[in-house]
């Protein structure tokens, strides 16, 4: 069937969709129209509002860029998307982690990976929301998303832990994904939220120690704080 065929098909089914589910404002909950995506005009200028200028230094030699500070309204839809279901907002959220890398990392890079969650987690919420996060980066820096990492065991959530426990709870955690190449390459390691950086430091000592030239870290949002 060609294309007109196709929009014949789509147009009144989307037109269906809309009606029983009208698209809602990610943030805010308020109805917006498809074209304007999953933010209201409202929210847009909101998030302009706690924006992060400047990558935030986790340790000598390893960087992290965010589009954003942990504040609200921007908190309160990252727990929709990573405890309740929203993995669609993965394609939003990831291409605002894509610009600020951009902007606050010199780069290059060779490829992009993730910090990944254990099986279990995985299991427990059926998708892993950094490599949704790292999928339109990789797409926007024209780059292979790659899986370099595994987690080894099950952890506590950092997010119930003080920074003294965030570092011991990541300790030993990590490992190199059989078979991943990271000899010489200078990587883009993406996650959600930066707080103490104990995930992020833990994952790049582990590429690192197999060889990777370079480790660059870029998140959605550094915790609030981190704000100066």
Not at 147 to 167: A, H
Request: proline letters at 6%.
């Amino acid at each position: 069937m060609g294309a007109t065929g196709e929009n014949i098909l789509t147009t009144p089914l989307r037109a269906l969709r809309n009606l029983l589910y009208p698209p809602k404002c990610a943030l805010c909950g308020c109805l917006v129209r498809e074209r304007d995506g999953l933010l209201c005009s409202d929210c847009r200028q909101t998030l302009t509002q706690v924006q992060a200028a400047e990558p935030k230094q986790i340790r000598a030699g390893l960087l992290c860029s965010a589009p954003f500070y942990y504040q609200e309204p921007l908190r309160a839809a990252f727990l929709r998307y990573k405890f309740q279901g929203k993995d669609f907002y993965g394609s939003m959220f990831g291409a605002y982690v894509a610009q600020a890398a951009r902007e606050q990392l010199t780069g290059p890079f060779d490829l992009v990976t993730w910090a990944p969650l254990s099986k279990q987690r995985l299991r427990e919420r059926d998708y892993d929301q950094a490599r949704l996060l790292a999928v339109p980066v990789a797409r926007a820096f024209g780059l292979p998303l790659v899986r370099t990492l595994k987690k080894v065991r099950n952890t506590k959530p950092q997010s119930s832990l003080n920074g003294r426990e965030r570092q011991e709870n990541a300790r030993n955690v990590y490992a190199l994904y059989p078979g991943a190449q990271v000899q010489g390459k200078r990587i883009l390691l993406v996650d959600d939220i930066l707080t103490t950086g104990s995930t992020l430091s833990a994952c790049a000592d582990v590429l690192l120690e197999q060889g990777a030239a370079e480790v660059s870290c870029a998140v959605l949002a550094r915790h609030a704080d981190e704000e100066p």
